[in-house]
């Protein structure tokens, strides 16, 4: 079964940043899109960001994290990160990467029901 890993989940006060990792040793992943997700406490999981297999080119952001938050890939690390900036308590979750992997050079899809390959997830507290 393919997988994804992410990594670089911490605790930081507000204001602070972090670096998530996502990558995989099973496909390569600047083929397919690639998202962020995230989960709350008590909160439905919801769309962070989207990077675009490298064919189609484009990034997604939600509202909450436009301006905050950028996502990017390393093709030669064959990684996708999401820097993180500006942090607030209220981005606290366990965030998740997601594949589309059932289409080749996959543009980003609000629908997560397209995301196949997911992580197992990192957590981020963002506390004083």
């Known amino acids: 079964q393919v997988k994804v890993v992410e990594s670089g989940g911490d605790l930081v006060q507000p204001g602070g940043s972090l670096r998530l990792s996502c990558t995989t040793s099973?496909?390569?992943?600047?083929?397919?899109?690639t998202a962020w997700f995230r989960q709350a406490p008590g909160k439905t999981r919801e769309g962070v960001s989207c990077?675009?297999?490298?064919?189609?080119?484009?990034?997604k952001y939600a509202a909450a994290v436009k301006g905050r938050f950028t996502v990017s890939r390393d093709a030669y690390l064959n990684t996708v990160y999401l820097q993180m900036s500006s942090l607030k308590p209220e981005d606290t979750a366990v965030y998740y990467c997601a594949v589309y992997e059932r289409d080749y050079y996959s543009k980003c899809s609000e629908n997560q029901d397209v995301y196949t390959v997911w992580g197992q997830g990192t957590q981020v507290t963002v506390s004083a």
């Open positions: 099973d496909f390569i992943l600047e083929n397919y899109a």
């Open positions: 990077i675009d297999s490298t064919y189609e080119g484009g990034t």
